[in-house]
């Protein structure tokens, strides 16, 4: 069975999110590769990535991930441990809140983690892209949120 070609997309609007938000649930990383700069505008995250488009074999796959945002004002964190560079987390999903003005293309852009921990991002507007940047690997188990499998790093 022939593997599907690494993920590249882009997001401008909400639903583009949707779709990064399904393609990014249960992936899984370290808050140490979590990176804001300010002076950029900038914010990314390393994250090894759930393929859940492919099943080689009847088996899961993982790959290393890359996600940027861009146009970032503001980054705040809830409940998620930025000392413990090797603490892992467990991302459940993407959304976004829009500003107050209709004319404004900006507002949060939320990650939510698994055990409550959340990521909020003030942005000008939707710049984000996502890109495997690793070859697949068989992953150790398919995320199960029924067990509270939080995945692997």
């Known amino acids: 069975m022939k593997r599907p070609k690494p993920l590249k997309l882009l997001a401008a609007e909400p639903a583009d ?6 393609a990014l649930q249960d992936a899984a990383g370290l808050i140490g590769d979590f990176v804001y700069e300010p002076k ?17 074999n009847g088996r899961g796959e993982r790959v290393r991930a890359a996600l ?5 004002l ?11 560079k090797d603490a892992v987390v467990a ?13 404004s293309p900006g507002g ?20 984000a892209a996502l890109a495997d940047v690793s070859q697949p690997w068989r ?4 995320p199960d949120h029924e067990r509270g499998d939080r995945g692997e790093p």
Not at 40 to 49: E, I
Not at 74 to 84: M, N
Not at 91 to 103: G, K, M, R, V
């Open 108 to 127: 949060v852009l939320t990650l939510t983690f698994a055990g409550g921990g959340a990521l909020a991002l003030e942005v000008e507007c939707i710049d």
């Open 40 to 56: 950029a505008r900038r914010f990314t995250v390393a994250l090894n990535r759930y393929r859940w488009e492919a099943k080689v």
């Open 74 to 84: 503001s980054a705040k964190s809830q409940r998620l441990r930025q000392g413990a």
């Open 68 to 72: 940027q945002f861009g146009g970032v």
């Open 17 to 22: 999110l949707q779709i990064l938000s399904a």
């Open 91 to 103: 991302l459940l999903a993407l959304e976004f809140e829009p500003d107050a003005d209709p004319e």
């Open 139 to 142: 992953a150790a188990a398919r």
